[in-house]
């Protein structure tokens, strides 16, 4: 049987992109605002268009299940979430050795917009992972903020967190199609945004 039977016609479409048609790849250190920029894309592109995928996001939900900790306050952005970051870190790094892409295809599994949008991308295998399966779709996209400016929004030095790969890994190496500046002085991001979001409207609309 059909199960697309008896959907609109808009969801029946929606629901057929197995794939992306763009796939837009954000990365940037901790307090960089990498949330805060793709929360804009999506915004100005719509949920009916643009799916958001969080690599961290089954991640966190293993880890929580495997160690009976509390899986809303992981997703968090409080001290709870910083108390198993290290570890956690240390147990994902072990489940990337057995499968590079592990987490990867997780994340996607449910996604069925024609604009997907990884949020958080950290390491050279995800990037990998994401080009050897969409090499015409994939971009790549840098979210940079001065140290000085992380502070202010709450960042502090942790070691075992921002010396290891999660926040170092793609540091060096990567071409990015964009680098998006997130401070008061640089562009608006808006202007800043304005090409991507472009490419993706168009994209979007074939």
Known sequence: MDSSA?????????SLHSEPKLLLIFSGKRKSGKDYVTDIVLDRLGEDVCAVVRLSAPLKQAYAREHGLDLEQLLGCGVYKEVYR???IRWGEARRRQDPGFFCHLATRGARRPIWVVSDARRMSDLHWFWAKFPQQTRFVRVE???E???????????GVDDAESEC???SGVDFHWTI???ADAPSL???LR????LAAEVASH
């Open 86 to 88: 290290a570890d956690m």
């Open 190 to 192: 808006e202007d800043q």
């Open 195 to 198: 090409p991507i979001i472009a």
């Open 145 to 147: 903020s001065r140290e």
């Open 181 to 183: 500046t997130n401070e």
């Open 169 to 171: 890994g793609l540091d």
């Open 6 to 14: 008896g959907m609109d016609p808009s969801d029946r479409k929606q």
């Open 149 to 159: 400016t992380r502070r202010r929004r709450g960042w502090s030095f942790t070691a």
